[in-house]
């Protein structure tokens, strides 16, 4: 870090001056001014032989350091490379009067002397040269810092931590995940499932894939991924058995299993149709559960009428392992988002990844919606 360095710094310069280094010491940047502050109780003991009132003032002098000593860094690294104030001046279109109170600014907050001058040349002191070879590596790191950092939006890498509702994830997101890993293999995706929304910054995650008719208000930003709605399916089997009911009325004389996610409302059935809208309470389930593939699996096995995604219900459906029940209604719409915590300075592993998730998982709904309207 850049206070760690400054802090490195410091104890070559009063290394040299016969003062016990302080490295280990760690730094903070102040919120205010870009001061570098170091906690007094971590202050090393000094060697005996220094005052305590010159300890009072040179540690007065290091806490006035600020960010902006970079900038004088980077003129002293010129001076000493190529060893005239003029020759600095004129490689940065500036004058010798403001290099040389460049390279003073340092020795004044350093209260050391980092070159000797004379009428015809500039010499580098012991602690000048330990400070030179030091403020290139400063620098370089800091060079190092910030193309990382603006890296950061052009270049997918790092760890990409994604929440996702369970079914649609079975089903479709983790499909769009290895293909965007295939895409972008310097980014490693941790996955996460779960049926309720999390909080992100909370739990750390950078986008979270949800399905929902509107989303709560919050400070999150979402971007619409497709649309899924749920169509009313049982099996072949139970309905040679009960039957297969004309009207909504007559789901009331069937077992009608409910699907209790955060996403639909496990004691009614909100059903949709060029003829009409209809609400089905079923009454007395047999089965209930919170997850849309285990519904499916009791829906194939007999159990009773459910309501499944298009996206799960639609490879059953073509195999003939589930039959349509009153295939005219189905449930309202339903958005699947990508939801992510900032909308300025997003990282393009998450652009990226939500860019994935249109093109794939969007196409793939759409699919779906239409197969089911053929």
Known sequence: MVEDSFGALYAVVQASRGIQSMEGVPFDLAGHEGIIV??????????????????????QVY?????DKLSNMSVYI????MGSFTAVANHLDSTVGNVSRAVSALENVLDTRLLQRST????????GRRFYERCVKILADLESAEAEASNAALQPRGTLRVHCVPGLARQLVTGAVLEYRQAFPEVTVDLMLSQRMPNLLED?????????????DSAYVSQKIGVSHCVLVASPEYLARHGAP????????????LLGTVDYVRDEWQLKSKAGDATFIPSGPSFSVNDMDAMAVAIREGAGIGLLAGFTAIDDLRAGRLVRV?????TYERNVYAVYTSR???????????????????????????ALID
């Open 38 to 59: 170091v906690p007094e109780g971590n202050i090393e003991r000094r060697s005996e032989r220094v005052a305590s009132d010159v300890i009072r003032s040179e540690w």
């Open 63 to 67: 806490r006035t350091i600020r960010m």
């Open 78 to 81: 010129k001076v000493v490379e």
């Open 120 to 127: 015809r040349r500039l010499s580098v002191t012991d602690a």
């Open 204 to 216: 750390q995650l950078d986008v979270s894939i949800l399905i929902a008719r509107t989303l709560p």
């Open 246 to 257: 004309e009207t909504p009325e007559q789901l009331c004389d069937h077992q009608c299993l």
């Open 326 to 330: 009153l295939p005219d209604y189905h």
């Open 344 to 370: 300025q300075f997003v990282d393009a592993k998450i652009t990226r990844f939500i860019d994935t998730l249109k093109t794939r998982v969007g196409a793939q709904l759409a699919s779906t919606a239409q």
